[in-house]
T-cell receptor, first 113, second 116 residues
Framework: DSGVTQTPKHLITATGQRVTLRCSPRSGDLSVYWYQQSLDQGLQFLIQYYNGEERAKGNILERFSAQQFPDLHSELNLSSLELGDSALYFC????????????FGEGSRLTVL | AQSVTQPDIHITVSEGASLELRCNYSYGATPYLFWYVQSPGQGLQLLLKYFSGDTLVQGIKGFEAEFKRSQSSFNLRKPSVHWSDAAEYFCAVGPYSGGGADGLTFGKGTHLIIQP
């Protein structure tokens, strides 16, 4: 158990819909990262937050957004969903900046029909 | 831009045999290097990491990896594999250099199959 909690574990929805994925980082970790894992693209870095502020963006679509709340949990919002958004979405956390050692949740599997 | 290449998509090894998984990276500075393992239906678990110092690093579950700067490689090894080692293995480099973030860039993974 990494200490990172993600909900829901599985989600099935239709094209055009909007979903929210939730992540609770390990106790004491200030950084939260979101990754998308798909068969063709592998693990792609989406976005990072540190102590409530956006720190960096990776390959995140404009239809996607995220935020980190004062209690440090984070949410990833995916809107206008397309078939190609079907993937496993991982949240990871780390204790400090420039540490690089990430602790991953078990992921949220999104299926868009 | 930084990148990680894992040349082997699949590797099959007999139980009890030795293992080496290859990883090559491209990075503009001294990298942090990691190996993660992902079992089916699970998140990624850190096996080992290299930040600096001794180029041979030991990890959990009997794994080790060697950093070779001249070859831009960070290969993972295990002297004797167990059936429970069957999983997906990811090499990663960081900090992520895009926009000053400190996330990781991952390779596409190597799927390890253990033959009885």
């Amino acid at each position: 158990d990494s200490g990172v909690t993600q909900t829901p574990k599985h989600l099935i929805t239709a094209t055009g819909q909007r979903v929210t994925l939730r992540c609770s980082p390990r106790s004491g970790d200030l950084s939260v990262y979101w990754y998308q894992q798909s068969l063709d693209q592998g693990l792609q870095f989406l976005i990072q937050y540190y102590n409530g502020e956006e720190r960096a963006k990776g390959n995140i679509l404009e239809r996607f957004s995220a935020q980190q709340f004062p209690d440090l949990h984070s949410e990833l919002n995916l809107s206008s969903l397309e078939l190609g958004d079907s993937a496993l979405y991982f949240c990871a956390s780390s204790v400090e900046l420039l540490n690089g050692e990430l602790f991953f949740g078990e992921g949220s599997r999104l299926t868009v029909l | 831009a930084q990148s990680v290449t894992q040349p082997d998509i699949h590797i099959t090894v007999s139980e009890g045999a030795s293992l080496e998984l290859r990883c090559n990276y491209s990075y503009g500075a001294t990298p942090y290097l990691f190996w993660y393992v992902q079992s089916p239906g699970q998140g990624l678990q850190l096996l080992l990491k290299y930040f600096s110092g001794d180029t041979l690093v030991q990890g959990i579950k009997g794994f080790e990896a060697e950093f070779k700067r001249s070859q831009s490689s960070f290969n993972l090894r295990k002297p004797s594999v167990h059936w429970s080692d069957a999983a997906e293995y990811f090499c990663a480099v960081g900090p992520y250099s895009g926009g000053g973030a400190d996330g990781l860039t991952f390779g596409k993974g190597t799927h390890l199959i253990i033959q009885p």
